[in-house]
C-alpha cells in the first residue's frame, strides 16, 4: 500500500488549504485512515481519523470545529479540510493507513495502530 500526500503551502493566518492523501496499491477491503501532524522535536500527533464506513470520525481538541477529515473511495483518497487556520497549526502533516478492521465503524488515534504513511507535506501559517 502506498500514501501519497499533497496540498500543504504556505497560507495566512484564518486561510484554509485541503490536504489529499491518495492511497494505492492492494489496499483491502476495510481500512481506516487518519491525518497526523508533527513539528521538530515532538512526536507525531493525531489531527483527525475516520473508520472504514465513515460514520465515526476523531479530531483532537485544538482542530476540532476548524477541521473536516473525509473520504472518497471512488477516487481511493482522503481529504483534510483546514480552516480557519493558525500559526501553531504549523507542522508536517502525514496520512496514514490501517488495515484488516473487525469493524468498520471503528477509528484509532495511536499512530502505532497504522501500518502505512505517507511522506508527509509540509503546511506553514504566517500571522
Known amino acids: 500500500v502506498q500514501l501519497q500526500a499533497f496540498g500543504g503551502g504556505l497560507v495566512q493566518a484564518g486561510g484554509s488549504l485541503r490536504l489529499s492523501c491518495v492511497v494505492s496499491?492492494?489496499?483491502?477491503?476495510?481500512?481506516?485512515l487518519g491525518w497526523f501532524r508533527q513539528t521538530p522535536g515532538r512526536e507525531r500527533d493525531v489531527v483527525a481519523s475516520?473508520?472504514?464506513?465513515?460514520?465515526?470520525?476523531f479530531y483532537s481538541d485544538s482542530v476540532k470545529g476548524r477541521f473536516t477529515i473525509s473520504r472518497s473511495d471512488a477516487k481511493n483518497t482522503v481529504y483534510l479540510q483546514m480552516n480557519s487556520l493558525k500559526p501553531e497549526d504549523t507542522a508536517v502533516y502525514y496520512c496514514?493507513?490501517?488495515?484488516?478492521?473487525?469493524?468498520?465503524?471503528?477509528?484509532?488515534?495511536?499512530?502505532?495502530?497504522?501500518?502505512?504513511w505517507g511522506q508527509g507535506t509540509q503546511v506553514t501559517v504566517s500571522s
Open positions: 496499491g492492494r489496499t483491502g477491503r476495510t481500512y481506516a
Open positions: 496514514a493507513y490501517k488495515r484488516s478492521i473487525y469493524s468498520r465503524s471503528a477509528y484509532f488515534t495511536r499512530p502505532e495502530s497504522y501500518d502505512f
Open positions: 475516520l473508520s472504514d464506513n465513515g460514520s465515526s470520525t
